[in-house]
Structures are given as structure tokens and as C-alpha cells.
């Protein structure tokens, strides 16, 4: 069995020959094995921070992925996945877990980590986050990431000035709650026609932003959709409770109509 401290050791010395590359300035793990959630088995998220003015990046990172991937591996131009996710590669390795690497303007965290101490955040059109991209995410990311290599310091100057968790941040956040209650009226409007597409897109939508209000009222930082409200229940039971609810919406319009009654008395509170 492959150890963290394998797979540590091996990250170690793929992010020092990352930031030998023109344009990257530094280099950090996340996700799941930054927070010590993860498996044996799960991937290695690589945040790879690079310069904007960086000219020949993709091919550069392409060229370095043969010293370490057992299948070849394309690493995208920035903006090629997307507006909001730069663009990144994965990477096989032999007797190891994916690694992923994940390009990220350090400009834009920059300005998102300013953003996010102001109090200033908003979702956006982003593939693959139905709620929306979290543009703050970005700050988040780097403020709960393991730094890995940061030769500049750049890294660790943004970070230290994402500790502690905003407090304006928290309050924007947990101000914009009244976007629960108005996802269960539309989804209340659309329970008579037994709508179900849209009472379960709505309940859905309700059910995150309640999420972020709780995590951010226990200053939590919010990186990924993926896991968000299972996040949030573990602080907070009744969220469990009310996602359960999507599982056994029914059909009926009184089906979804009992069923919007039951998530709004479990995360709504007067």
C-alpha cells in the first residue's frame, strides 16, 4: 500500500520542478489530503499558480508531465476549461494516485483574496457547479492548502492576509440567507403543476446557499460544491434531514408540496 508519506514525498519533488518552470510561482496541495479527509485512494490536487504574463506555460508544463506520467498528458491553455477553471492536466502515475494539476492565476487570487476581506463574493456560469463557480473559492483554496513550494513568498503573503477568516465575508454571506426562503416559494409555486424538475432544482439551490451561510457563520472556507452540504451537516443535522428530502420528493403536486414544507421547517428559521 502506497503511504501519505510516499505520496508526499513524491508531490515534494514534482512541485519543485514545477516552480523551475517560467511563469509558475508556486505550487500547493489541496483538496481532500490537505484536509485530512482523504482516502488511500484518492487523487492528489496540485494548485499550480502561475504568472498571466507567462507566454509558452501549457507547453512548458506539457514537456514536464513525460518525466513524470505513465500515459501522455496535455496540460490546457488557461481559460480552456472554462471561465473560471483555467485549465490543468491529470496525471497517471505508476503505483500512485491521479494527480491533478490545477492552473490558477495568481493575479485573480489575488484579487479575490482583496474581494473576499471586503466582504465582496458572487457565483458564476462555470461547468461542472450547478450553483455557480464561487468566485471567493479561489482565496479559500489557498488559505486551506498545504504550500508546497512558494520561492517568492507570494503565496504566503496572500495567505497570511486570509488569517483570520474575514469577518465581513462571514457577515455578506449569512446576509444573503433570504435566498433559501425565496428558492422554497418559487419551489412552493411550481409544486401545483408537479413541476418536478424544477421544485427539485430549487430545493436543491436552497439547500446550498443554506450551506454556505452555515459554514460561513463558523468561518469555514467553501472551496468546492462537491461535498458542500454534506460539509455543512456535519455542523448542522437538520441539513442532512432536509437533503434527504430530494430523495423522496414523489411525483404528486401534494408529494412536492409536503416535501418543500419539510425542507423549509428544517432550514429556515424564523
Do not use: C
Not at 501519505?4 to 519543485?16: I, Q, W
Not at 461547468?127 to 508546497?148: C, I, K, M
Not at 409555486?189 to 450551506?211: E, H, Q
Amino acid at each position: 500500500m502506497v503511504t501519505d508519506a510516499t505520496v508526499l514525498d513524491v508531490v515534494r519533488r514534482m512541485a519543485a520542478e514545477l516552480v523551475a518552470v517560467e511563469g509558475v510561482v508556486g505550487v500547493t496541495l489541496g483538496g481532500s489530503r490537505a484536509r485530512g479527509t482523504h482516502t488511500p485512494a484518492s487523487d492528489v490536487d496540485l494548485g499550480i499558480y502561475y504568472d498571466p504574463t507567462a507566454t509558452r506555460l501549457s507547453d512548458e508544463l506539457t514537456h514536464l508531465t513525460a518525466r513524470w506520467t505513465t500515459t501522455p498528458a496535455t496540460v490546457g491553455q488557461p481559460g480552456s476549461w472554462g471561465p473560471w477553471v483555467d485549465a490543468g492536466a491529470w496525471l497517471t502515475l505508476a503505483d500512485l494516485p491521479s494527480v491533478d494539476w490545477i492552473l490558477r492565476d495568481v493575479d485573480r487570487v489575488a484579487h479575490q483574496v482583496d474581494r473576499a476581506r471586503r466582504g465582496e463574493y458572487a457565483f458564476w456560469e462555470q461547468p461542472g457547479h450547478p450553483l455557480g463557480f464561487l468566485d471567493v473559492s479561489y482565496a479559500g483554496e489557498l488559505a486551506t492548502a498545504v504550500v508546497l513550494a512558494d520561492p517568492s513568498g507570494r503565496l504566503g503573503t496572500l495567505r497570511a492576509r486570509l488569517d483570520p477568516y474575514p469577518q465581513a465575508l462571514a457577515d455578506a454571506v449569512q446576509a444573503d440567507a433570504w435566498q433559501v426562503g425565496f428558492h422554497l416559494d418559487a419551489a412552493a409555486k411550481a409544486a401545483p403543476r408537479a413541476d418536478i424538475t424544477y421544485v427539485a432544482l430549487s430545493l436543491g439551490k436552497a439547500l446550498m446557499l443554506a450551506a454556505h451561510g452555515m459554514l460561513a457563520a463558523r468561518h469555514v472556507w467553501v472551496t468546492n460544491e462537491k461535498g458542500l452540504v454534506l460539509q455543512a451537516a456535519r455542523h448542522e443535522p437538520r441539513l442532512a434531514a432536509a437533503a434527504s428530502e430530494l430523495a423522496r420528493l414523489g411525483t404528486t403536486a401534494d408529494d412536492l408540496a409536503a416535501a418543500i414544507d419539510r425542507v423549509r421547517a428544517l432550514v429556515v428559521r424564523s
